[in-house]
Nanobody, 117 residues
Framework: QVRLVESGGGLVQAGGSLRLTCAAS?????MGWYRQAPGKQRESVAS???????GYADSAKGRFTISQDNAKNTVYLQMSSLKPEDTAIYFC??????????????WGQGTQVTVSS
């Protein structure tokens, strides 16, 4: 498995911005972000493949941008126009192929994002 280190969470007012960063300890096939709000299930936010193909949840479209630096095995999530409902713990993940060509997923420890109204 690859080790992931997240940073960038914090407290921000509604309408503000934050940038999350997730650095992987090795090369990966794809990375992305999930989030989990209190009392809710974990949900996908955004993803990006090593080739740069991105995907977004409807709640993130137009407000969040995922990007990567392949040389650094790092993914970023730029979040703008934040809303109180974006408050959650944000988890980074990374996918890579195992020796048997199965995709294995590693998770970061999570970073708290709190948006005040």
């Amino acid at each position: 498995q690859v080790r992931l280190v997240e940073s960038g969470g914090g407290l921000v007012q509604a309408g503000g911005s934050l940038r999350l960063t997730c650095a992987a300890s090795g090369s990966v096939r794809g990375m992305g972000w999930y989030r989990q709000a209190p009392g809710k299930q974990r949900e996908s936010v955004a993803s990006i493949t090593s080739g740069g193909t991105t995907g977004y949840a409807d709640s993130a479209k137009g407000r969040f941008t995922i990007s990567q630096d392949n040389a650094k095995n790092t993914v970023y999530l730029q979040m703008s126009s934040l809303k109180p409902e974006d408050t959650a713990i944000y988890f980074c993940y990374a996918d890579r192929f195992s020796p048997t060509l199965q995709i294995t997923r590693s998770w970061g420890q999570g970073t708290q994002v709190t948006v005040s109204s």
